[in-house]
């Protein structure tokens, strides 16, 4: 009875320091801010609604950093301040004008507002629109009304707000020096929220769209409905017991939501998804760049890489930086970023990035003052700051991938193990898939219905020990391994059914004596355990083209090969390489019926069991290519 007193008295104090810390927040920024709100008119005669923040301190000229969102930029109303104003409070006592602007058709915005809306390669005349004309509007009539500012502008943003960051860098506005898309959706349609290789990420997309709905009236403050309540935190057995993706409107969605619905009228990669992606409009880009992310996003993790990417291949005029971290998705910006899920990564991650990189890059390009990303005064600015997994550290990179990667590829050979030599002999490994019982995302019940943001460090025992799901590990290691960069599996699988799907994961294994954590409130134990490095699907009917899909022939052997995101993550000696295949991967990604038909049409008695086979050996044995730091 006195120990639950002293929790209690303990949750009290700790609940009155975090109400202390946000009046105290919130009287700084009205202190050295004052709030303003505008409706910004558009080429075409739209106006967008803004609220803009300035500083107070009138004895020198501010740059603008701007904010465009589809989430609200609430409190509405010139005496109803946000708490914190900017992307960390370091910048807010640094000094900015800060812009927050709901985007056409949302919220006090108006307009139509259109889900990713797709960038356009040719106008319609002079008043034609996209999300990068509305960019450009914005910033040209904030350098002419923004009070005391000094004509320069810089744009950040975090998952939808990265997206519209990234847009901006498109025929970007002269004053626009500096861009932050952090998290950004680069390709929606194939890596980022919707489709990952064809297989639709149900858990994320069901939480995200049960609550973000087409606006109902012309204008509208934050919503204040409720949230969409579940009756359950077990996300696999809610999901399970709804039934097919049909279902989801049958039951809950009601065609009432038209972006869900687009989502599943497009499950292959066609135009409509083409048309949405960033990447073939990443060149001739003119302002600085900050690409952020996170190694454990399980939301936007391949958007900042996908984009990094297509504008080094394309050429920049600036200087362009990847920055990724050991982060969930949006962690950075206000996490200590210590620690997250079982994983501790022994240093203050977002903190650093908070105050030693993102707040440099916006002082260097938008004051013209500092070093920016240059370590040392003259020195270059790094192509890449990568958060190291598995050393914990981080490094600063003139290439990425690094120039002295090679590629290795791991073999699947005979008894479950892994090796980097070819095995001569040829053979196979079979498991029964039943999608009446998929193989779980993760081994715990996890509050709520979207994937845990820490999802990717649970442990992966619990899978291992499944039937259904193959292991290939390698010996401990006699020294460490470091791999960086993208990672490609390449598997021979065949089916009896004629349509499957394959997961492949890259897993960390640690030695028995690993110690636990001190203190240990969770009763870790972390000896043997698995971490998650990375893990991506494959639905097989996409083997040929993303875009026309063709069933399987059964028992017919194929060969699948796809990109999974980058990794930065050293192996330690005495560690095991482990590599898990399996057919499902619930309630993460939706189940396939393991026949070729319309999966979001499909009926509950159209799911089927079905024995897959991945072979291994001989010329065209199965493998996961990566690239080592030699």
Do not use: C
């Not at 193990?417 to 490994?429: E, H, I, N, R, V």
């Amino acid at each position: 009875m006195h120990k639950l007193i002293l929790t209690a008295m303990a949750l009290a104090a700790l609940v009155r320091a975090a109400d202390d810390t946000e009046r105290k927040q919130l009287a700084y920024t009205r202190e050295h801010y004052t709030k303003y709100e505008y409706r910004i008119p558009m080429r075409d005669g739209i106006r967008l609604f803004a609220a803009v923040y300035v500083p107070k301190d009138h004895t020198k000229r501010y740059p603008i950093l701007m904010l465009r969102t589809p989430y609200s930029v609430a409190p509405y109303g010139i005496d109803n301040y946000r708490r914190v104003v900017g992307p960390s409070e370091a910048a807010e006592k640094e000094g900015f004008i800060f812009v927050y602007e709901d985007v056409r058709g949302r919220y006090m915005s108006e307009g139509t507002f259109v889900d990713v809306r797709p960038h356009k390669t040719s106008y319609d005349g002079p008043k034609d629109i996209d999300d990068s004309t509305d960019s450009y509007d914005t910033i040209e009539w904030l350098i002419h009304h923004a009070p005391n500012n000094n004509g320069n502008v810089g744009v950040w943003g975090i998952s939808y707000p990265g997206h519209y960051a990234a847009h901006s860098l498109i025929h970007a506005h002269p004053a626009l020096k500096a861009v932050s898309p952090q998290a950004p959706m680069g390709d929606v349609g194939n890596g980022d929220d919707a489709y990952h290789n064809g297989a639709f990420y149900l858990a994320a997309n069901f939480r995200f769209y049960a609550d973000f709905e087409p606006r109902k009236a012309d204008f509208e403050r934050k919503d204040a409905k409720p949230e969409f309540d579940p009756g359950t935190f077990d996300a696999y057995t809610f999901f399970l017991r709804m039934g097919p993706l049909s279902a989801a409107n049958e039951r809950y969605f009601k065609q009432r939501n038209v972006y869900w619905d687009d989502l599943l009228a497009h499950p292959a990669y066609d135009e409509f998804w083409r048309s949405r992606a960033l990447a073939p409009y990443m060149k001739d880009v003119k302002p600085a760049v900050l690409w952020v992310g996170g190694w454990f996003d399980a939301e936007d993790l391949a958007g900042p890489l996908k984009l990094f990417h297509a504008l080094e291949a394309n050429g920049t005029s600036a200087a362009d930086t990847l920055v990724m971290g050991p982060w969930k998705h949006g962690g950075w910006a206000h996490d200590p970023g210590d620690t997250l899920g079982n994983l501790n990564f022994a240093s203050n991650t977002g903190e650093y990035f908070r105050e030693h990189i993102e707040l440099p890059f916006f002082i260097k390009n938008l004051k013209g003052t500092g070093d920016g990303l240059q370590e040392t005064p003259g020195s270059g600015v790094p192509k890449a700051i990568l958060f190291q997994t598995g050393r914990n550290e981080w490094l600063r990179l003139d290439h990425w991938p690094p120039a002295n990667a090679a590629a290795r590829p791991l073999f699947f050979d005979a008894g479950g193990t892994l090796s980097w030599s070819a095995p001569a002999a040829a053979g196979f490994d079979e498991y029964l898939s039943d999608p009446a019982k998929p193989v779980p995302s993760t081994g715990e019940i996890t509050e709520g219905l979207g994937m845990p943001g820490d999802y990717m460090t649970f442990d992966q025992r619990f899978a291992s020990t499944r039937p259904d799901v193959l292991t290939y590990e390698t010996a401990p290691l006699d020294h460490d391994v470091t791999i960086a960069g993208p990672i490609t599996p390449r598997l021979r699988i065949s089916s009896s059914g004629t349509d499957a799907d394959f997961v492949v994961k890259l897993i960390d294994v640690y030695p028995d004596d690993y110690p636990d954590p001190d203190p240990n409130p969770r009763n870790l134990h972390m000896g043997g355990y698995q971490q998650m490095v990375r893990g991506e699907p494959f639905r097989a009917r996409y083997r040929n083209s993303m875009s026309q899909p063709a069933p399987l022939t059964p028992g017919k052997a194929e060969t699948i090969e796809y990109w999974m995101p980058d990794v930065f993550h050293t192996f330690r000696s005495g560690h095991r390489i482990l590599v898990q295949v399996q057919s499902s991967w619930f309630p993460l990604t939706d189940r396939n019926p393991q026949q070729y038909l319309d999966i979001p049409k499909a009926k509950a008695s159209d799911f089927r069991k079905a024995t897959q086979r991945v072979y291994r050996g001989g010329p065209e044995g199965s493998q996961l290519r990566v690239l080592v730091v030699e």
